[in-house]
């Protein structure tokens, strides 16, 4: 597993590989550099053999691979970590268990599930009720159950979007009852349903890839589409509060610059964006990568702390 790795150390193991860059040093040498990763943690690598190059620089999205090299210090760092000095990149085979490279957030999908269900259950306008309960149902509430919420980000695991999902509605319920004016219903479904795009946007696969169709609208607009879609079979929805609903799903990221179409309006909408970004942002402490205390965050481009 990766997280048992040690300094000096030979490796050869399945992993999953992101290729991040393939260049040429000042020697005027090829070389290949990314990331390998299995469900215990990740590892940046980086080739300079010829052979694994090209098959490496014919990866279009993350791939499992079955991977061998020795363990180092990466110079670059600056805190000492380490780095897969790669001299072997092949296909996995058959015989190659990959299981292992599914991330997992070790977290307890079945009390998440029940969660949901209570959250989902929690609505009493009989319009919001009704398109969440329709939104999430059949196959979609099955795959809502396993997506991850984030390729590498935030929740990038099996279950994550499950997980990101209850815990940003009760962040929000709260702060909903702390401010007070507030549509209950309307943060909860709003909470509910503001990831709902990432089922098409990015795929439960290995590597969770992101799919044409998410490059081409993502998730906010895939969302709000298939949100939209429902409610016009939905005569128990009136269309002011549809239109709410609508601005919350629209407006989750907080402001145009951080990719929403729209910037929050409504008490509303500022609270499920909040919830959202701190639940995304305290993700970050979910699975430690290191030993130390401090740890490099490229998410939030700081060193964060864990005691």
């Known amino acids: 597993m990766i997280s048992d790795l040690k300094l000096g150390e030979k490796m050869e193991q399945p992993c999953l590989v992101r290729l991040q860059k393939i260049g040429t040093s000042s020697n005027g040498k090829a070389y290949a550099k990314g990331l390998l990763e299995d469900n215990s943690g990740c590892i940046p690598f980086i080739c300079f ?8 620089q014919k990866l279009e999205e993350p791939r499992p691979m079955k991977v061998g090299g020795s363990v180092d210090i990466n110079k670059y760092s600056t805190n000492m970590t380490l780095q897969i000095i790669m001299q072997k990149a092949e296909a996995v085979g058959p015989e190659d268990d990959i299981s292992s490279l599914l ?4 977290i307890d999908l079945e009390a998440y599930k029940k969660k949901l269900d209570e959250l989902m259950a929690g609505i009493k306008n009989p319009g ?15 795959q809502f159950l396993i997506n991850p919420a984030g390729m590498r980000l935030h929740h990038a695991y099996v279950g994550g979007l499950l997980h990101h999902t209850v815990c940003v509605a009760e962040l929000a319920l709260a702060m909903g009852k702390t401010v007070g004016g507030v549509d209950a219903d309307l943060v909860t479904a709003g909470a509910l349903l503001h990831d709902v795009g990432k089922l098409k946007e990015i795929s439960p696969e290995l590597g969770f890839p992101y799919t044409t169709e998410g490059r081409f609208l993502g998730h906010i607009a895939i969302g709000a589409m298939k949100i939209k879609e429902v409610a016009g079979h939905i005569d128990e929805l009136k269309p ?10 629209l407006s989750h990221h907080g402001d145009m610059e951080k990719g929403s179409p729209v910037n929050c309006k409504t008490k509303e909408s500022f609270i499920v964006h909040y919830a959202d970004e701190l639940d995304a942002n305290l993700n970050q402490f979910h699975k430690w990568e290191s030993k130390s205390s401090w740890e490099y965050n490229k998410m939030l481009q700081r060193y964060l702390f864990k005691s």
Do not use: C, F, N
């Open 240 to 249: 002011e509060t549809l239109e709410q609903l609508l601005h919350i799903i």
């Open 128 to 142: 919001l009720k009704k398109l969440v309960a329709t939104v999430l149902s059949g196959e979609t509430y099955q």
């Open 49 to 56: 053999e010829a052979g694994p190059i090209g098959r490496l």
């Open 103 to 106: 991330p997992s957030g070790g």
